[in-house]
């Protein structure tokens, strides 16, 4: 089946730091989102992108749609100790729904 | 509204066992999903319904059935559980388009032994 990459699996960071994780597919995507997911808990929705180029914000978080339509970017400015977190793109194809692999955040104080 | 609620949060089966999961969500959403997580692997849709009386089949299908009575209801079923169905199932519900928001509910932790 189809499978969305992120890079990078896991992140360190100290806290302050800026944040950059990337998701790639080898098909095109019409909507991409981002998810975070806390221990113990379901994923939430972050950002939803649904136009090819678009730069959508949320507070301190960027998400960005890629022109070739098979990537998407999440920034996280001025981390915090809250960020911590796994965060997932998805995206419909056909009737299918897909998720990444995720990116495993710990923000160290 | 209590949102996407997941009933058990945990259960312990042995192989060859049966059960069934329950979601339900009271937000009037068209499109209930359930997913399997797994480490390092993400979510993986497993059936799907974009309304009452309807399925249909995710990525990975096998082993499990679903039913949609309700609108708010969807329910897992597990006939013969195999110890490849230990996992993390989450159920999600969202309006009527697959690219819209999902809410999803809080997880089961599904040991089978």
């Known amino acids: 089946g189809q499978q969305l990459n992120q890079s990078p699996q896991s992140m360190f960071i100290q806290e302050g730091e800026d944040v950059s994780m990337n998701c790639t597919s080898s098909?095109?995507?019409?909507?991409w989102l981002w998810y975070k997911q806390d221990p113990g808990e379901g994923p939430v929705l972050l950002i939803a992108?649904?136009?090819?180029?678009e730069l959508t914000s949320n507070g301190r978080l960027t998400a960005q749609f890629g022109i070739t339509r098979k990537d998407s970017f999440l920034n996280i400015s001025a981390s915090i100790p809250s960020d911590v977190g796994i965060y997932f793109c998805a995206g419909p194809t056909g009737n299918q729904f897909y998720f990444g692999t995720g990116t495993s955040l710990t923000v160290i104080p | 509204n209590a949102g996407v609620t997941q009933t058990p949060k945990f259960r312990v089966l042995k192989t060859g066992q049966s059960m069934t999961l329950l979601c339900a969500q009271d937000m009037n959403h068209e499109y209930m999903y359930w997913y399997r997580q797994d480490p390092g692997m993400g979510l993986r849709l497993i059936h799907y319904s974009v309304g009452e009386g309807t399925t249909a089949k995710g990525e990975v299908p096998d082993g499990y059935n679903v039913s949609r009575l309700k609108k708010q209801n969807f329910l897992l079923g597990l006939e013969s559980a195999a110890p490849s169905q230990t996992s993390v199932y989450f159920c999600?519900?969202?309006?009527?388009?697959?690219?819209?928001?999902?809410?999803f509910g809080p997880g089961t932790r599904l040991t089978v032994l």
């Open positions: 999600a519900s969202s309006y009527p388009r697959l690219g819209n928001e999902q809410f």
């Open positions: 098909s095109i995507f019409n909507t």
């Open positions: 992108l649904y136009k090819a180029g």
